[in-house]
């Protein structure tokens, strides 16, 4: 899967302007990532996808990152979001879902708003609006988060529905400094009904209590949700900035560094100094979501649930290394000469997307240091999502 991304390399760097301007990844694009089975990564055998181990997966998603930030981000998240259809509902649910060949889904766990109520058979959704909703230009069906309420009225819990795009509305009001071409549009709905057997309480997945039980036997479908989906957000910016540090140290073989004698910056101490700093924070974010894909295997496999520790561990890694990855970008830009500035900069693109993906409130290095360091005291965790 790393081999077949990595051939889309130049294709998906020269499409990276339009795809910018469109604000959501081109339709050939799409084709290109189905015809390379980008999309069945984690879609079990048994649906006809490739259920690819954890580090195989890494490495794809991590190569598309070289070439672009949007599609590697786009492609993590309509993945994960497949990946928590397929582990959240029954056979039945999933059976329908797969049949038709359009299975790719989006998803977002918390609303802005929403106003449901209690019928017959399920709810209905009387109106709602999530935002940040990636890659639902491209997906069949949408994962929303949603409040559980009584026949009273009264709320008892939260919830994801799986509901199709074509019940939605699209507000196609993204438009970002950086990962342009995700289309993370905010979507609403009014008046949808969400049958019982589509509709997971948040609180039976977070203790990885998963309603498909014919892929129990698959640790894949048994890793617990949060840590995972944290560790998914980190493989594409390592990707980008493993782009950025080449095209840093291309490019210092061949500029100067003006109003000094240097005349080619890669003879420059500082320039050494910079690589040296940027490559080691670089490697140790690798590091840490390689150790942390060990931690989240090693459970699936002899399936045993982690505790929260371990857990808030994982999640602390994601965060750790979302730091580290900016750090090490924004290094690299800072060296990089007044050309950064244009727009069209390989190195600004990277940044931006870099930037934009680092403020993703699940890999908020405040938080997620404050969770493990509490877990590491003894003490209760700021967070049920742990």
């Not at 559980?148 to 795009?165: H, K, R, T, Y």
């Amino acid at each position: 899967m790393a081999a077949a991304a990595a051939s889309l390399l130049p294709t998906l760097q020269a499409r990276a302007s339009e795809s910018d301007e469109l604000t959501k990844l081109l339709h050939a694009t799409i084709v290109d990532l189905e015809e390379a089975r980008l999309f069945d990564m984690l879609v079990p055998m048994q649906y006809g996808g490739i259920q690819c181990s954890l580090p195989s997966y890494f490495e794809a998603t991590m190569e598309l990152g070289r070439g672009d930030g949007s599609v590697a981000w786009t492609v993590a998240l309509l993945s994960a979001s497949t990946w928590m259809m397929t582990t959240f509902f029954p056979e039945h649910v999933l059976d329908e879902v797969f049949s038709g060949g359009k299975f790719r889904t989006a998803g977002v766990l918390a609303p802005q708003k929403v106003k449901t109520r209690r019928i017959d058979g399920g709810i209905m959704i009387e109106e709602g609006s999530w935002s940040f909703n990636t890659g639902v230009y491209h997906a069949h069906w949408d994962l929303l988060g949603v409040p559980i309420v009584d026949e009273a009225g009264q709320s008892i819990g939260n919830a994801s529905a799986l509901v199709p795009v074509s019940q939605i509305a699209l507000s196609h009001d993204w438009d970002a400094i950086g990962l342009r071409a995700t289309g993370s549009t905010s979507v609403t709905a009014k008046d949808v009904f969400v049958p019982n057997e589509r509709i997971v309480p948040l609180s039976r997945v977070l203790s990885e209590d998963y309603a498909s039980a014919h892929l129990r036997h698959e640790p894949l479908y048994r890793l617990p949700l949060v840590p995972f989906l944290a560790t998914n957000l980190v493989f594409p910016t390592l990707g980008m900035a493993k782009t950025a540090l080449e095209l840093f140290l291309k490019k210092a073989r061949h500029r100067s560094i003006p109003y000094t004698f240097y005349q080619k910056q890669d003879e420059a101490a500082v320039t050494h100094l910079r690589a040296g700093e940027a490559s080691a924070k670089i490697e140790a974010a690798e590091l840490m979501l390689r150790h942390s894909m060990e931690m989240l295997e090693s459970a699936a496999s002899s399936n045993v649930k982690m505790t929260t520790a371990q857990r808030a561990h994982i999640w602390r890694n994601a965060g750790a290394a979302n730091r580290l990855i900016w750090e090490a970008v924004d290094l690299l830009a800072w060296a990089s000469g007044a050309s950064f500035v244009h727009d069209k900069n390989a190195m600004s693109r990277i940044w931006r997307d870099v930037r934009v993906a680092s403020l993703h409130g699940g890999l908020n290095p405040d938080t997620t240091m404050e969770i493990f360091g509490a877990a590491l005291l003894g003490k209760r965790p700021n967070s049920s999502l742990v």
